[in-house]
């Protein structure tokens, strides 16, 4: 029964993101995401269905009877994308990675717990995965298995999580630069100015409002997009002009733009000072840098630059690595269970129908089969056979029931 479970996915292993467009469900003008999804579950046959598509991978997660191959699948990628070039139905096997069965299953589990994302460790692809089975489920194209697999890939992962470290070092530069300003003892109530917009400096106002950092005052050349960022902290917005004119002084300056050459010069960094000769805080998140070297020479600065922030990114992700080991032996474990929870699930459903097949021959028997008889019966004789046949139902239902669990323990 586990040969139902399939999986077509195409992910940053094989492919390049960019490319990924080519394999996920197209918009169509006047349809929905449901309808579609509808669509191509009926023109499969699949009896259950999930699609999780995400910045580095889509994955096609369905039930169905028959073996995958490249013929069916070029049919299907046909399918969902009708203008597909023909470069990539000629690439479709060295593209595409099909599970069926418990191998299908493994990889769900490896993806619940980010062993198989483009940042092993990175929690955010269960909570996608949970999100897309939401919506699935909501739209009534999922079923009982594929709810039993979703259960238990989530509670495999959270395993993964808890009982090792593979999450534990953080591998993105914005998100390594706050740990360093954390450790700094910087105050929630700091200065601090951000030069720049641009994604980085998006990224990084998120993690200072998270770490509830209130003073934050952001400069860019356009001050909508510096509204925009100021916006997520909470903060002050400027034109990038504004800053060489201000005069609130800082305690940390955080600085990414694409500007080649230094745009915090000695002359502009001590205007900014406003006379103050305590240490600061600077994180210089650009390449080339955009903080003049002569600054780090002459005056207390922490500096905390990206090529560092790069460096220890990757030490950490080998890190995460070498915990993939572990987390894979505790995935196995959870895969092991697998089978039998599913049967014992198969069983509970078959023995569901039992309680009312047995009441039904109840209520035939007396009222079909010997119908004639009872009623020639006194009063207190038919109440006696109603409260007999009672008791014989009830029984009836408790033996195969345990029978059924008796066996099914046998088995295991």
Not at 331 to 357: C, D, G, H, N, S
Not at 358 to 375: D, H, M, T, Y
């Amino acid at each position: 029964m586990l040969d139902q479970f399939k999986i077509i996915t195409v992910t940053h292993k094989r492919i390049n993101l960019k490319d990924i467009g080519n394999f996920v469900i197209k918009p169509q003008e006047g349809q929905s995401l449901q309808e579609q999804l509808e669509e191509v579950k009926a023109a499969f046959g699949f009896t259950e269905f999930m699609y999780v598509a995400t910045c580095n991978r889509v994955m096609y997660f369905f039930l169905a009877d028959y073996t995958l191959d490249k013929e069916f699948t070029t049919r299907f990628f046909d399918y969902i994308n009708p203008q597909l070039a023909p470069q990539w139905k000629a690439q479709i096997e060295d593209i595409c990675f099909s599970y069926e069965g418990i191998h299908a299953l493994r990889h769900l589990f490896n993806v619940s717990a980010s062993i198989d994302s483009l940042v092993i460790g990175e929690r955010q692809i269960l909570g996608q995965l949970r999100e897309a089975y939401e919506q699935c489920k909501s739209w009534k194209l999922t079923g009982d298995n594929i709810r039993l697999a979703m259960d238990k890939a989530v509670v495999a992962a959270k395993s993964v999580y808890s009982n090792t470290q593979i999450g534990d070092k953080p591998v993105s530069v914005v998100s390594l630069a706050t740990q360093k300003l954390l450790n700094a003892n910087v105050k929630k109530d700091a200065r601090i100015l951000v030069v720049g917009a641009g994604q980085t400096n998006q990224l990084m106002a998120k993690f200072l409002a998270k770490h509830q950092f209130n003073q934050v005052s952001v400069f860019n050349r356009t001050v909508e997009k510096a509204a925009q960022v100021a916006g997520l902290v909470e903060g002050n917005a400027y034109s990038l002009q504004d800053l060489y004119s201000y005069e609130e002084g800082f305690d940390c300056l955080v600085v990414c733009t694409a500007v080649k050459e230094p745009i915090i010069t000695k002359k502009l960094y001590e205007q900014l000072l406003q006379g103050e000769t305590t240490r600061k805080v600077i994180i210089d998140l650009a390449i080339p840098h955009n903080v003049e070297e002569a600054i780090l020479k002459e005056y207390p600065v922490q500096y905390i630059e990206i090529e560092g922030l790069r460096s220890l990114a990757q030490d950490n992700l080998s890190a995460r690595e070498n915990e993939v080991v572990n987390a894979q032996a505790i995935l196995e474990k959870y895969l092991e269970e697998f089978p039998i929870l599913y049967k014992q699930r198969k069983l509970e459903l078959a023995m569901r129908q039992v309680p009312t097949e047995i009441k039904a021959v109840k209520v035939k028997a007396i009222n079909e089969v010997f119908r004639k008889e009872v009623e020639e019966l006194d009063d207190q004789t038919q109440e006696l056979i109603e409260r007999m046949m009672a008791y014989m139902e009830k029984k009836c239902i408790g033996i195969p029931m345990k029978a059924a669990r008796e066996t099914f323990l046998e088995i295991q």
